[in-house]
């Protein structure tokens, strides 16, 4: 990845991608070898963080496993650090994969929040399940596209 420019990878045209070889500006909050966490150009609110692997992945389910407790003991550093640090009262922790994925590049919000903020997420539309769509059927299909465990 470092130094690439070919166009058929995307990171080479991958703004976080572009942001962790140091071609892109960005306000970084703390990096690792493998990690960078740097602000949102566009918050939702002031101290709105990004956490993304330095290496180019799209999904949550493409992380490593071997990355994967790195990955979660630094978002939840962030989340205390966003909340103590900013006088939050608390914090949004998302991630998106693939649809509302702006950038397609493995992507960690550490997002914070107050009482009354007007963030108004995931109030509508409801879907409840009822004889027509039983919870127990989709319970099924999860389960069975449920992959192993990592070992």
């Known amino acids: 990845m470092p130094g690439s420019t070919d166009v058929r990878d995307p990171a080479a045209t991958c703004v976080f991608c572009k942001i962790i070889r140091g071609e892109a500006a960005a306000h970084v909050i703390t990096q690792t070898a493998s990690l960078m ?11 709105h963080t990004l956490l993304v692997p330095k290496v180019h992945l799209r ?14 003991a630094t978002a939840q ?21 693939v649809v509302s994925q ?3 590049h493995l992507h960690m919000h550490v997002i914070p929040r ?18 027509e769509h039983p919870a127990d059927e989709y319970a099924a ?3 069975a596209a449920l992959p192993p465990a990592a070992r």
Do not use: C, Q, T
């Not at 999904?59 to 979660?72: I, R």
């Not at 903020?117 to 109030?123: A, K």
């Open 37 to 47: 966490a740097f602000l949102d150009i566009r918050p939702l609110f002031r101290g």
């Open 59 to 72: 999904l949550l389910s493409d992380l490593p496993a071997g990355l994967a407790a790195e990955f979660l």
């Open 77 to 97: 550093r962030l989340e205390r650090a966003v909340e103590d640090g900013l006088g939050a009262a608390g914090s949004m922790i998302l991630v998106n994969n």
């Open 102 to 104: 702006s950038v397609p």
């Open 114 to 131: 107050n009482p009354k903020d007007g963030l108004r997420l995931w109030l509508g539309p409801r879907h409840p399940y009822d004889a």
């Open 141 to 143: 299909k999860i389960r």
